[in-house]
């Protein structure tokens, strides 16, 4: 299996990237600082189910919908 933060934060890097968003922009809109996103995309945090809700807001996109990305990447599911 894959790692999931990894794996995790290259989803919400390839989704920042095509929202056109800075990790600044993206952390603005999800409160919180521009190192935070650096180190998800990085795989180097393991967000909160918290963290994932405001992402997923900020990204324009559903909390399951990157969820099913990352189960369909590790190999879960």
């Known amino acids: 299996m894959k790692n999931p933060n990894a794996a995790f934060g290259k989803i919400i890097a390839g989704l920042r990237r095509t929202a056109r ?3 600044e922009e993206l952390a603005e809109r999800a409160g919180v600082h521009r190192t935070y996103v650096s180190q998800i995309e ?7 189910i918290m963290m994932l809700f405001r992402l997923a807001i900020a ?3 559903s909390s399951s919908k990157i969820m ?3 189960e369909a990447d590790i190999g879960v599911g």
Do not use: F, M, Y
């Not at 990085?42 to 909160?48: A, E, H, M, Q, V």
């Open 21 to 23: 968003l800075s990790q």
């Open 42 to 48: 990085r795989g180097l945090k393991s967000p909160t």
């Open 68 to 70: 099913k990305q990352l």
């Open 59 to 61: 990204l324009n996109t």
